[in-house]
């Protein structure tokens, strides 16, 4: 356990991040769900639109360092892929 105040600190600060963190990853995650979803149902409309609104949070996630920029480069590029050959 923590010992000294700088340590005890360290902790709570560690606590908010997380929760933070926990709540974004989640977030990012619901919304690629959406995405996912749409394309299952074989709505190319909304998997756009959903595809729209789950990018930017994908990304941003990325930056804040909750996933690496690659795996989130690599998520964005594959629902793109699989909503743009929805229509064909």
């Known amino acids: 356990m923590a010992n000294t105040p700088s340590a005890k600190k360290a902790v709570r600060k560690i606590e908010r991040r997380t929760a933070v963190n ?39 996630a990325a930056q804040k360092g ?6 989130a480069s690599r998520k964005v590029s594959r629902l793109s892929a699989r909503v743009s050959s929805l229509g064909n």
Not at 24 to 41: D, N, P, W
Not at 44 to 53: D, I, K, P
Not at 66 to 71: A, D, L, S
């Open 22 to 60: 926990k709540s974004r990853r989640s977030q990012m995650r619901t919304y690629v769900r959406k995405v996912e979803e749409a394309i299952a149902s074989g709505d190319r409309e909304a998997a756009t639109q959903a595809l729209r609104a789950a990018e930017p949070l994908v990304m941003r």
């Open 66 to 71: 909750i996933v690496h920029k690659n795996t």
